[in-house]
């Protein structure tokens, strides 16, 4: 096993001890369960790092590496929102957005591509991070909070929008490669013509325009 691939399991297995501090109710553990959460989102920016350095990225840290950033982002979400801290609606959205884009690059890989990440959902990932950070630590740094509204609400509120417009991006994305895809594949017609000696001959091929 690769370093690479290392860092993402062991981000994994930050998981349940970030929900654990942060759902156990006792001196500073939230604190503790924001170091906890940026050191595992560290892990994600390093592991990709490593593995283009070295030339050691594989199938299962393409599998693993977008199963443990969602794990890690859902899981702080859905306790946030347990916390009260977080309105349950948006975090449906947000928790909803990556699982479309989940099944579909599932289903981009059953085709034979890949969907590559994009600059709007690796912008929506590092909005994830400063937003789940900043609200927690708002309950203890009134520098953080405004007059009328908390940065941390306008950091989830960009954390929605991006993920938003980056999913119509993955599903436009999806279908421009698709279509380029069947249409690489199409069967294509053998026109014959008839030689000299009342022969066929095969002339070319030519796409079937009905297989389209």
């Given amino acids: 096993m690769n370093y690479p691939i290392s860092l993402t399991l062991l981000r994994i297995f930050f998981v349940p001890l970030l ?4 759902l156990t109710k006792g001196h500073n553990l939230d604190l503790w369960a924001v170091g906890v959460f940026l050191a ?3 892990t994600d920016f390093l592991d990709g790092y490593l593995a283009r350095k070295h030339g050691q990225i594989t199938a299962l840290g393409i ?5 443990a950033d969602k794990l890690l982002t ?7 929102v347990e916390l009260g801290l977080v309105p349950a609606w948006m975090v449906v959205i947000i928790v909803g957005r990556e699982f ?3 099944g579909l690059r599932a289903i981009a890989s059953a ?6 990440a994009s ?3 690796k912008t929506k990932m590092v909005l994830q991070v400063a937003a789940i950070t900043t609200i927690v630590l708002e309950r203890h740094y009134e520098a953080l909070r405004m007059a009328d509204f908390r940065l941390g609400t306008i950091l989830i509120w960009l954390v929605m929008l991006f993920a938003i417009v980056s999913a119509a991006q993955y599903f436009l994305s999806f279908w421009k490669k698709l279509d380029l895809s069947v249409k690489r594949q199409a069967p294509r017609a053998v026109r014959f013509r008839v030689g000299e000696k009342g022969q066929e001959e095969k002339v070319g091929q030519e796409r079937d ?3 389209r």
């Fill in 119 to 121: 600059d709007l959902g």
């Fill in 74 to 80: 859902v899981s702080a979400l859905i306790s946030l």
């Fill in 209 to 211: 325009v009905a297989a």
């Fill in 100 to 102: 479309a884009v989940s």
């Fill in 111 to 116: 085709e034979g591509f890949v969907l590559e």
């Fill in 19 to 22: 929900v654990v501090l942060l």
């Fill in 63 to 67: 599998l693993l590496d977008p199963i």
């Fill in 40 to 42: 595992a989102a560290c």
